[in-house]
């Protein structure tokens, strides 16, 4: 996509940036049946000022592309652990309770017509409760120890961290059984033909949801673990 301005039309920056819905949201900017007007002339319509509006836009592509752009496996072990956090933690605790209200809308406007949708609304909430539970003990409990066993990798330390690294394991592999069904349940995330701006909305950023989710569990199973493992 070329480079965003006043004149890109509000449905275009949600598609490329599905997350800029969040704004637009909360702006009262409609970016679903009256996204096709340009950015300027609906932040005029709300009475925003569209320079400011575009800046916050901008502000998160380059917040997005700067978490693309790092290469984390190259990381020592405490900078691996803050990447972790402060980009896929992060997400998730910003993007999930945002993205809550699409799905259920989604559900409950379209949910007769397509009633997988009403699974997708099941799966999306465990999922959400999985995740949200899952980084909230790394954070608190294991990303602690293993910065503890970084610095002093003896074995009692490595005693304590490996049932914790199990179970982190377990609870990914929980995680992506639930991603796996959503995705064969919504045909690998791709929306009906007459679908409206929230159905595709929603669908993109499930997409996103799961690269992002599998990005992160690669880090922890298949880097920072296994160097844990390595290291006695």
Do not use: W
Request: net charge negative; aromatic share 6%; with cysteine.
């Amino acid at each position: 996509m070329s480079p965003l301005t006043l004149q890109t039309k509000v449905s275009d920056i949600v598609t490329a940036i599905p997350q800029a819905a969040d704004i637009f949201r909360a702006l009262r900017i409609d970016f679903c049946c009256g996204g096709k007007i340009p950015l300027e002339e609906a932040a005029k319509k709300r009475g925003h000022d569209p320079e400011a509006v575009l800046g916050r836009i901008t502000e998160l592509e380059t917040k997005l592309a700067e978490c693309r752009d790092t290469r984390p496996g190259e990381l020592a072990e405490p900078e691996l652990v803050q990447y972790i956090q402060t980009k896929h933690h992060a997400f998730l605790r910003e993007e999930l309770p945002a993205l809550t209200p699409y799905v259920t809308k989604l559900a409950r406007v379209h949910g007769e017509r397509h009633p997988e949708l009403l699974r997708v609304q099941e799966l999306f909430a465990a999922l959400k409760q999985e995740l949200l539970e899952h980084t909230e003990d790394e954070d608190r409990n294991v990303f602690p120890l293993v910065l503890k066993f970084v610095e002093n990798p003896d074995p009692e330390a490595s005693e304590q961290l490996k049932p914790h690294m199990t179970e982190l394991e377990r609870e990914h592999e929980q995680a992506g059984s639930l991603l796996k069904e959503l995705r064969e349940i919504t045909g690998d995330f791709l929306p009906p033909a007459d679908a409206c701006g929230t159905y595709k909305l929603v669908y993109r950023r499930l997409a996103a949801l799961e690269k992002d989710t599998f990005e992160h569990i690669h880090l922890e199973n298949n880097v920072l673990f296994e160097r844990m493992r390595a290291a006695v």
